[in-house]
Structures are given as structure tokens and as C-alpha cells.
């Protein structure tokens, strides 16, 4: 089977950084019990003006430069988000803009909100198997803070706002995007969605499914690639919340100390915040080449879904 490697990676966070500090004049809470319940310290927001697609386009120029790629090389853009104002078209096509790229190239968006980027590597996995695509960029980008009640502490604590990007070249070796799965179930939409613009969340039913649900299929990706716990150097769970993250990471059998966790800088950043935390851990020199990554998710919908990638 035809397979990929990952060339390029990359991320942007934008220059405002809000702490619990910050929050405690907006709301009824104080730095000890958003950290306390949710390990978060601080988020990056963006600039009113800043869209979706300036803070994916700066992500995907980060990812293109490392993969010694100009935008034209790529022959398909599949981005991950759910908190573009616009309607249609597809942010990808506006990131497509901005990338300045003139090739024609396929560019759409995957609405499966925090486990978005695990569906476009899903996809992106599959093009490469069937020999459609040589490129393909996927990113995740999220500007979640305008859709937020700010204040209401159970949610607008919890998000910040970014972007991850990865660049993916055919490979016949098949080391990049190794195996995937991704599930949903229509069942629980009223768990977590957005109401006239502003994210709404029963925090509690939604932990106990993020737990259950990123802990197995994380072990289920892993029986499909033929791997054991100790072939994956690091287990890069959906940044939600560490308590989520710590839970899910001990039904699997990880000890945190192969969990790549940057929640506690960046909060949630929805679709966006797998791609942005593993970019940031490469950047600090956790994450290195020749290593394998587990990288599971879950999001409304409800969704849910894992890859095994080696960077």
C-alpha cells in the first residue's frame, strides 16, 4: 500500500496572552480553580481582525518552509476548523488565498470540531493509498474565543485560539501517517455545540465520554498498526483538559512522562490543538525525528478518532 511521511510541521499563536489572572475580573473564578480542574495556566486570543485563516496561513508557511515546499507544491488542503464567522466558502479556500497559491489544488474543510484533525489525516491517509495526492497540507485552526461567553467560567476558561499544520509527502515506505480510525455518534449533540454562536457543554458527561472513548480508540488504532504501547515514544492526546488527558492516558497505560501536554499554555484550541502541541514539543526538542507519535482526540458530534504517525 502507498503510504506518506511527514515533511513539515508548524504553528502560530497569536501575540495576546490572557491568564487565570486576567479572567478573574471577567468572571467568578480565580487561578486556583481553573488550574486546579482543568491545568490550564493561560491562552493565546487573537486580534478581532485576526481570522482563521491569517493565523492557519502563518502555521502552513511555518510547515511549507521546513518541507523546502513552495504552496504551489501542494496538491490538495484539508483544514480543520469550526469557528470561522464565515459560512461558505471553506476557510480552506481562504487560507488557499493567503498562501498565494494559483495551481488549482482541492482546498475544503473538516467540521468534526476537536477531532477534526484526526478525520483529515483519516482522509489525507486514504488519498495517499489510493495514489491521488503527492502533497497534502492539513491544518488545524481555531479562533474559539468569539465563540465564547465570556462569562460563563464552565466554558470560556477552558479555550484559546491557534494553529497547527502539517505537511505530508507520498512515500512508498509508509512511516508517516502509520494507521487511523475515527467514530461518532449523533446520539450525544446535545453534550457539547454551539447556540447561536456561543459554545454550550454539560462538562461532566462530556468528560466521562472524552475518557472512554480517546482511551479506546487510542488502543484500537494501535492493534490496527500492529503496535504495542512500547513501540509509541509519545502519547499526544486532544489538549482538553489535563485531567481528561491524564485519565484517558492511564486506561491506555501511558505514564505522563510520554504524554505530550501543552495545555497549561495554550488551553484548547478545538481542532487545532494536537497538530499546535506536538509543533511546539518538536520546537522545545521532546518530540524528535525517527520517533512514533499515538495522537488521539475527541470532540463534539459526538466524534472521536486516533492516528499512529512517525515523525
Sequence with gaps: MKGSKLTGYGYYV?????SNFD????????????????????????????????MAALASKRALDM?????????????????????????????????????????FDVK?????????MHIARAYFAAGIYKR??????????????????????????GAGAFVF??????????ASEIFSDGSFTDLLYADSGLVKMDGREVYKHAVRNMSAVGLQVLESAGMRIEDIDWLLPHQANIRIMASAAEKMGFPMDKVIASVDRFANTSGAS??????????????????????????????????VIKI
Design 67 to 107: 518541507a523546502g515546499l513552495n504552496p504551489n507544491d501542494i496538491d490538495c488542503v484539508i483544514m480543520a476548523t469550526i469557528s470561522d464567522r464565515k459560512d461558505f466558502p471553506a476557510s480552506a479556500n481562504y487560507l488557499y488565498a493567503k498562501l498565494g497559491m494559483t495551481n488549482n489544488a482541492p482546498a
Design 274 to 307: 494536537g497538530a499546535l502541541a506536538f509543533a511546539y514539543a518538536a520546537q522545545q526538542g521532546l518530540a524528535k525525528p525517527g520517533q512514533r507519535i499515538l495522537y488521539t482526540a475527541f470532540g463534539a458530534g459526538l466524534t472521536w478518532g486516533a492516528a
Design 23 to 54: 479572567l478573574e475580573s471577567k468572571m467568578d473564578t480565580t487561578d486556583e480553580w481553573i488550574f486546579s480542574r482543568t491545568g490550564i495556566k493561560q491562552r493565546y486570543i487573537a486580534r478581532d481582525d485576526e481570522t482563521v485563516a491569517d
Design 14 to 18: 497569536p501575540e495576546k496572552v490572557v
Design 112 to 120: 468534526a470540531a476537536c477531532t477534526g484533525f484526526v478525520y483529515a
Design 136 to 161: 497534502i497540507l492539513i491544518v488545524g485552526s481555531e479562533k474559539m474565543s468569539q465563540m465564547l461567553d465570556w462569562t460563563d467560567r464552565n466554558t470560556a476558561v477552558l479555550f484559546g485560539d
Design 169 to 178: 509527502e507520498a512515500s512508498e515506505e509508509g512511516d508517516g501517517i502509520i
